[in-house]
């Protein structure tokens, strides 16, 4: 570089960038002569989170279509644009209902009867959950079409009017009741409502039937009652309006959740034959007339079932923890009354390996549902916030961007117990990332996470029949 004189003073003429590329290699060949070769090796990057990705649809297992109900199934699907696990389990929900109370299981000093709420999971208009449901009715029209038209109802789910409908009376009436929820949204935000007697009362007809209303000067009660349900909405609205306050009282693990969606196009519709239809009704109606004439008549396994039976209590009663573990708790009970509709269905008192087969069947179908409604989520408004963002970031989040998620007004401790929540449920995984000084801790999403990977080890909670008693306003 050259100097040029100013003033008396030389200084240095401005570097060229040819000047500034050759200092530079200068000193890179210095550095290499000074730094051990060992030092200069590069630091693997850390590993790169894999991207979150949702559990697989669930299939429904082929032993599952055992049976009359296999048989109803294989006849109607061919010819509707309903998924065929939205057929079987509303015809399950329908032929247990309709069969009535006197066909039962014990558990201890338990009874269960033959009645289901199933819930149907899809978007709507395009999920054909409506459709399913008018097969069904179309079938049922033709085996009892009374039970038809006068025990399933439409009618907004209430407590005065549930039990106003089935109350105690002289002569004794009609207990079953098939209740058809095709906004269950709106019965879902009826649960919400910090007064409400609807989520007691439902969870009281699942377990004894036994109904009543202590308020006011003259008590209403319904004693004996058969109710069912068979409940459409869509995941979104499930999202919006199942609170984790009912999801972990019992109410969620009383629900068969059943995924749904439209399994094939049909431009013009189905085509049932009316013969075909007519043939899987008489089948139907010789399951009714057995169950009527065998009376109150209580179902039990035989060796093989029971060895089978034996073989998958462990998994069915594991405890898994979040909504997930919540919402499918109560998997005995489930796969005891859909093993026993099976049998029936079948004119048999016992219940047998296939019926055993068909109802874990089911059960695999309705837990893999589950897993895609409540995967990852904890119930806890902290935990399911910082996973939200950590799926939204597309890789992972640092500490201090996860504090920020609460704008300063969540203790450090509340934050550290929830992302200590969400590591003992699977669905995230901490790492460090070196930085110049002290390491950064990232935290990242796991495909695949939780109730997506085993369907056979489902969790359930042994609970007590008989819960807290309730009080109902007429």
Not at 313 to 322: K, V
Not at 359 to 376: H, K, P, Q
């Amino acid at each position: 570089m050259e100097s040029k004189p100013f003033g008396g003073i030389t200084r240095p003429s401005l570097p060229t960038l040819s000047d500034i590329e050759r200092r530079m290699a200068e000193l890179t060949g210095v550095h290499q002569k000074l730094v051990p070769q060992a030092q200069l090796q590069t630091r693997p990057a850390p590993p790169t989170p894999p991207p979150p990705s949702p559990p697989p649809d669930p299939i429904l297992g082929e032993a599952a279509l055992y049976g009359v109900a296999g048989l109803a199934v294989c006849g109607l699907a061919p010819h509707s644009e309903a998924h065929p696990a939205a057929i079987l389990l509303q015809l399950l929900a329908a032929f247990g209902n309709a069969v009535g109370p006197a066909p039962h299981c014990m558990v201890d000093a338990t009874r269960h009867g033959l009645n289901l709420f199933v819930v149907l999971v899809g978007e709507s208009s395009k999920a054909r959950k409506g459709t399913s449901w008018n097969q069904i009715r179309r079938l049922f029209a033709e085996v009892d079409r009374p039970w038809v038209a006068e025990r399933v109802t439409t009618a907004r789910l209430t407590p005065a009017a549930l039990i106003y409908a089935l109350r105690d009376q002289h002569p004794a009436t009609d207990r079953r009741l098939l209740a058809l929820s095709e906004e269950f949204a709106a019965v879902l935000h009826s649960l919400r409502q910090a007064k409400g007697h609807l989520s007691p009362l439902l969870r009281c007809a699942w377990d004894s039937g036994d109904l009543r209303s202590l308020a006011g000067l003259h008590p209403i009660q319904a004693t004996g009652t058969h109710i069912s349900l068979i409940a459409h909405i869509t995941q979104r609205e499930l999202e919006e309006n199942l609170r984790p306050t009912e999801a972990h009282n019992g109410f969620a693990n009383r629900c068969l959740w059943t995924g749904v969606q439209r399994s094939q196009c049909l431009p013009e519709g189905g085509d049932l034959d009316a013969h075909e239809l007519s043939a899987v009704a008489a089948e139907l109606r010789r399951a009714f007339d057995w169950a009527a004439n065998a009376g109150a008549i209580r179902l039990v396994r035989d060796d093989k079932a029971r060895a089978l039976w034996h073989e998958r209590y462990p998994a069915l009663s594991q405890i898994r923890p979040g909504l997930y573990g919540a919402a499918t708790s109560r998997a005995e009970a489930q796969v005891l009354r859909l093993g026993a509709i099976y049998a029936v269905l079948d004119c048999s008192p016992i219940i047998g390996l296939p019926h055993l087969q068909a109802a874990l069947a089911v059960w695999d179908y309705c837990a893999a549902s589950a897993s895609l409604f409540f995967g990852t989520s904890t119930g806890d408004h902290t935990a399911d916030r910082i996973m939200e963002a950590i799926n939204a970031s597309g890789g992972s989040l640092s500490r201090q961007q996860i504090s920020a998620l609460f704008h300063g007004h969540l203790s450090s401790s509340r934050i550290e117990a929830a992302l200590e929540q969400l590591i003992s449920l699977g669905a995230i995984y901490q790492s460090s990332q070196p930085t110049g000084g002290r390491p950064s801790t990232l935290w990242s999403a796991i495909s695949g996470c939780l109730a997506g990977e085993e369907l056979h080890d489902e969790s359930t909670v042994e609970e007590t029949a008989n819960e807290e008693s309730m009080q109902e306003q007429t």
